[in-house]
């Protein structure tokens, strides 16, 4: 168990672009979050899946962002026709507990976008 | 209104000296709060939490929660330069499915 993995690290991109991130949880860690973070900002929530099911999506998550937890394990972020407004850290973290809210839970090292 | 607020910041404080980090929170819903570090360039890392009213001491670290007042801060005592980096507080709980609501973080810097 080495923790939640997230790749890539780095993605530089041209707007318009399609782009697709990759989270691996915690082995066996059925609750998964993704946090979307821009400069100077603390990480504002995205969506989340309790195991495959995504159970809850911000307002944030317009028509062109798509998750997807395909049998519960790993998850994909897409991000179509990419702008410049998009550029920013993707952070993922997944939990196991009940009511993982009242423990915290703990963040992969994230993806940095770069839309040019 | 921001639902979690943190001192605007940046803050400075000497080495050895205590760092004293605020935030304010507007859902009165929310059960649990949150410490988080980070590094620049690094993703945040969990530090305290805390979920009922007074104090909660580890190591260095004293969190404290004043639900009456919407008010949680971070005490840092005997600061070091390796202390520098942005503080996150973050709010959760409620009805939401484990969402952390985040303020917008404090900079912090212990100068030599």
């Known amino acids: 168990d080495t923790g939640v993995s997230q790749d890539p690290r780095h993605k530089i991109t041209k707007r318009g672009q399609n782009v697709t991130f990759r989270c691996d949880p915690i082995s066996e860690h059925n609750r998964l979050y993704w946090y979307r973070q821009t400069l100077g900002q603390g990480p504002e929530f995205l969506t989340y899946?309790?195991?495959?099911?995504?159970?809850?999506k911000s307002r944030l998550l317009s028509d062109r962002f798509s998750a997807e937890r395909p049998k519960g394990s790993f998850s994909t972020l897409e991000i179509q026709r990419t702008e410049q407004g998009d550029s920013a850290m993707y952070l993922c973290?997944?939990?196991?507990?009940?009511?993982?809210?009242?423990?915290?839970?703990?963040f992969g090292s994230g993806t940095r976008l770069t839309v040019v | 209104q921001k639902e979690v607020e943190q001192n605007s910041g940046p803050l400075s404080v000497p080495e050895g000296a205590i760092a004293s980090l605020n935030c304010t929170y507007s859902d009165r819903g929310s059960q649990s709060f949150f410490w988080y570090r980070q590094y620049s360039g690094k993703s945040p890392e969990l530090i305290m939490s805390i979920y009922s009213n007074g104090d909660k001491e580890d190591g260095r670290f004293t969190a404290q929660l004043n639900k009456a007042s919407q008010y949680v801060s971070l005490l840092i005592r005997d600061s070091q330069p390796s202390d520098s980096a942005t503080y996150l507080c973050?709010?959760?709980?409620?009805?939401?499915?484990?969402?952390?609501?985040f303020g917008q973080g404090t900079i912090l810097t212990v100068h030599p």
């Open positions: 973050a709010s959760g709980g409620g009805t939401s499915y484990g969402k952390l609501t």
């Open positions: 899946f309790q195991n495959e099911a995504q159970l809850e």
């Open positions: 973290a997944s939990s196991s507990r009940p009511i993982p809210a009242n423990y915290g839970y703990t």
